[in-house]
């Protein structure tokens, strides 16, 4: 079947889509917990016995903090987004075969 007998969406492209799209969110969020420890493993040594470390430190926190945070969100949002396409997906799947329902056979 091609994309000429879809009514203006190829669905199963689009599912091929969304589920790459899902996988993307759940690889990245276990890359980015391994990634987050490594990180965090190594920033306790940052200031330790350095008057100039130390005030990189003071200045790195924050930014960090903020980075960290951003970065731990973002795969359940890519997460999220397939899972609202695939939503959007089944609501027009849904319609189109009650459009095809009222013709007759």
């Known amino acids: 079947m091609g994309y000429e007998d879809w009514m203006g969406m190829s669905t199963p492209?689009?599912?091929g889509a969304l589920?790459?799209?899902g996988r993307?969110?759940?690889?990245l969020g276990e890359d980015w917990a391994g990634i987050s420890q490594a990180i965090q493993g190594g920033q306790a040594g940052i200031g330790a016995g350095d008057v100039?470390?130390?005030a990189f430190r003071e200045t790195y926190e924050?930014?960090?903090?903020?980075?960290?945070?951003s970065a731990g969100q973002t795969p359940g949002l890519y997460e999220e987004l397939a899972?609202?396409?695939?939503?959007?997906?089944n609501i027009y799947i849904g319609g189109?075969?009650?459009?095809a329902d009222g013709f007759p056979n």
């Open 96 to 99: 189109e075969t009650i459009a």
């Open 52 to 54: 100039l470390a130390g």
């Open 13 to 15: 492209t689009l599912a």
């Open 19 to 21: 589920d790459s799209l």
């Open 62 to 69: 924050d930014p960090a903090r903020i980075v960290r945070t």
């Open 24 to 27: 993307v969110g759940q690889r």
């Open 83 to 89: 899972g609202a396409g695939v939503a959007g997906m």
